[in-house]
């Protein structure tokens, strides 16, 4: 048995599958509307099961981080297919970025896999566009495209890469309440955000409606996931003890297994560090068997990491 602080954490793993992934930047004249673009461009994005894509903002970037100098923020967006992703940043684009007053975009990954950022998104010029080809340090030409609009200017790099990456990286809270439950999640979203290369995409990067593979209902592809639901204790096959009453999930999307590997860590670390006297009993994850995906998250593995 693992006890970290006295809380618990269960000798199972979280399973995650392969998802396609871009990286992109997006500027501003200063920061406020930098995140007004980058909140429009990643809503409706927290699970592939509904919205096509899961996407959030990484982190924040200064002036001496971005392409043309200017605040900033960098997000991530991922989705299960290369074709839903193309189309999903396409739209996104053009319905986010493209319309918010003094915004920019560039891409903001390295791949040899390349796919449009505002290549088609410059026809809203009506013919008035115009490019150019900037060479970076490494001798590469990347083109540009400048689009009129009536606060002057939309700047935007023609292409962003596309890598392969993971998602469904998770964790589960296990707490005597769910303030208790909550609290801990905020602890380990905060330490989790210091890791490059990771998002959390549902509100606040928490889920309290965990779900499992099918459903009851023959229209349903995933519900609830009724073993960790605390009303239904005395209902259904319950994974809980009598003294847990919330139960919260963190789901991570990453470019590398150990991305979230190192993004689980910080976050069990964090939430355990509330301790058992906090009303935080186990850390768990979510699994199904390794029909999902084939990218398994051992808990004690990467803890045993973490503590040594």
Not at 126 to 148: C, E, M, V
Not at 282 to 301: C, D, Q, T, V
């Amino acid at each position: 048995m693992m006890i970290i602080n006295g809380v618990q954490i269960d000798d199972t793993y979280a399973e995650a599958f392969n998802m396609r992934g871009t990286r992109v930047i997006i500027t501003a004249i200063n920061l406020k509307w930098a995140y007004h673009a980058a909140n429009a461009m990643t809503g409706f994005a927290t699970s592939v099961i509904g919205c096509g894509v899961e996407s959030a903002i990484e982190k924040e970037l200064s002036g001496n981080e971005t392409p043309d100098g200017r605040p900033g923020v960098a997000i991530f967006m991922f989705a299960m297919g290369s074709a839903v992703l193309m189309k999903q940043l396409e739209t996104r684009m053009g319905q986010c970025i493209l319309t918010c007053p003094t915004a920019a975009a560039f891409s903001g990954i390295d791949s040899p896999e390349q796919i449009s950022l505002g290549k088609n998104l410059r026809y809203f010029g009506d013919g008035f566009q115009t490019s150019k080809l900037i060479q970076n340090q490494d001798g590469i030409a990347k083109r540009y495209w400048r689009i009129p609009v009536m606060d002057g200017e939309f700047l935007i790099e023609e292409t962003t890469g596309m890598v392969r990456a993971i998602g469904g990286g998770n964790f589960l809270v296990l707490a005597t309440s769910q303030a208790q439950a909550l609290a801990a999640c905020e602890a380990a979203i905060e330490a989790m955000k210091k890791i490059p290369n990771v998002i959390m995409p549902f509100p606040g990067g928490v889920v309290r409606s965990g779900s499992k593979v099918g459903a009851k209902y023959k229209t349903m592809f995933a519900s609830t996931n009724d073993a960790f639901c605390p009303t239904l204790k005395g209902n259904t096959k319950t994974e809980l003890s009598p003294d847990i009453e919330s139960v919260m999930e963190i789901v991570i999307d990453g470019i590398s297994f150990e991305d979230i590997a190192k993004a689980m860590q910080v976050g069990i670390t964090a939430a355990c560090s509330l301790g058992s006297e906090n009303g935080i009993r186990r850390i768990s994850a979510g699994n199904y068997g390794g029909k999902l995906g084939p990218h398994l998250f051992k808990l004690h593995e990467i803890m045993s990491i973490a503590q040594s």
